[in-house]
């Protein structure tokens, strides 16, 4: 194959955030908070107790979560750390790794569906201040050049966001790209559905990339796979507070708990129709448009949405001669939806998963729905 005349684009970095172990919330824990927060709703709403059709709402257990979503447990992050703060975290792990320094920083993309504010700040103005990229560059007399943007793409968010950094570092805008997935998921989840509540969580990774011969490239200029189907934009929604339905005073008095700003989603529907689009189109024809076979890919990282879904598309690969490794880290992040593939990767790196010539295979899918593959080959010792 001719050689594109592209730069190539190297991974040199990547970090996931500083969550510890206090903010680990166990699915029993999670169970007893539910009946707890019943009486609190409760009381808010003054009723003395809620019908049988809406207080089992808040009933399950333990084991049910972890039979149903293959989830043991969640990390929460404390009030007072947003979304921003989680990125930074990520972010100044993955500078100090290389050795990079901010002010050699000339592409920041962002990846939330929880950003710090609705509409100004960008996370991206946020996470460049926490940083310490430098507004100017030489003795304050010239401004320094970044590119910088936050990107919403509900599940797909991390990868739109990587193949735009990519294409800065290719096209010679940039010589570092710091691309970071960041979602404080629990401040859209609504706590009184057991059904989709156990799923959510909060975390935040990062991948450094650095501008290289493309000979030496990790990610090829074909490596990416982009569509949707956009006619069920709906099944997955917060359907309250943007333009569509402001939240009003009105709307607040009809949902005091506010439930209406929180993520739904139609759970049986979205997981039948995201099974069959994975299974016979997404994933195939990725690999048939990009050049690879199944037996050609040593790991893959799809979004962790839900484990029965990455059950389902993983068994006809394997029929098909994939043999290698399948990132599972919902079992104990839950979905932290743009973070959750570079937080995959972080696990996989550091338990010697991922090693120096093996073929990666990214592949996340959900609310618009919109999906995106990507391919690339691992060379980070």
């Known amino acids: 194959m001719a050689v594109p005349n592209v730069f190539g684009v190297k991974i040199v970095s990547i970090a996931g955030d500083d969550l510890g172990p206090e903010t680990i919330l166990t699915n029993d824990r999670l169970a007893s908070e539910l009946l707890a927060r019943r009486k609190t709703d409760a009381k808010l709403l003054h009723v003395k107790q809620f019908p ?212 739904h989603m139609d759970g049986n529907t979205v997981f039948k129709e995201l099974v069959r689009f994975l299974k016979n189109h997404v994933i195939p024809e990725a690999l048939e448009k990009c050049g690879y076979t199944p037996s050609s890919i040593n790991v893959i990282f799809p979004h962790q949405a839900n484990g029965r879904i990455t059950d389902a598309f993983e068994r006809p690969l394997r029929a098909l001669g994939f043999t290698g490794y399948v990132s599972r880290t919902i079992e104990t992040d839950g979905n932290t939806t743009s973070a959750s593939v570079p937080r995959g990767m972080v696990h996989a790196y550091e338990n010697k998963i991922l090693l120096p010539g093996r073929t990666v295979m990214i592949v996340v899918m959900g609310g618009g729905y919109f999906w995106r593959v990507v391919f690339l080959r691992w060379s980070l010792k």
């Open 52 to 263: 049988p059709e809406i207080a089992e709402r808040y009933e399950t257990s333990g084991p049910w979560i972890e039979e149903r979503l293959q989830i043991r447990q969640r990390r929460i992050a404390p009030a007072g750390l947003a979304t921003s703060d989680l990125a930074i975290q990520a972010g100044k792990k993955a500078l100090s790794k290389a050795g990079v320094t901010p002010d050699q920083i000339g592409s920041l993309r962002i990846a939330t569906v929880t950003p710090d504010y609705h509409a100004s700040s960008p996370t991206a103005s946020l996470v460049a201040e926490g940083l310490g990229i430098p507004i100017w560059d030489i003795e304050d007399t010239q401004l320094h050049e970044l590119i910088a943007c936050d990107h919403q793409l509900a599940c797909s968010s991390f990868v739109a966001a990587l193949q735009d950094a990519v294409d800065d570092i290719m096209l010679g805008r940039c010589e570092y790209a710091l691309v970071i997935g960041a979602d404080k998921m629990s401040t859209i989840t609504d706590w009184s559905d057991r059904g989709f509540c156990p799923i959510l969580g909060d975390g935040a990774g990062a991948i450094l990339l650095k501008r290289v011969p493309y000979e030496e490239t990790d990610i090829e200029v074909n490596a990416f796979y982009a569509g949707g189907d956009w006619t069920k934009a709906s099944r997955i929604i917060a359907p309250v507070g943007g333009s569509r339905t402001p939240l009003t005073v009105d709307l607040i008095k009809k949902d005091p708990l506010f439930s209406g700003t929180k993520l």
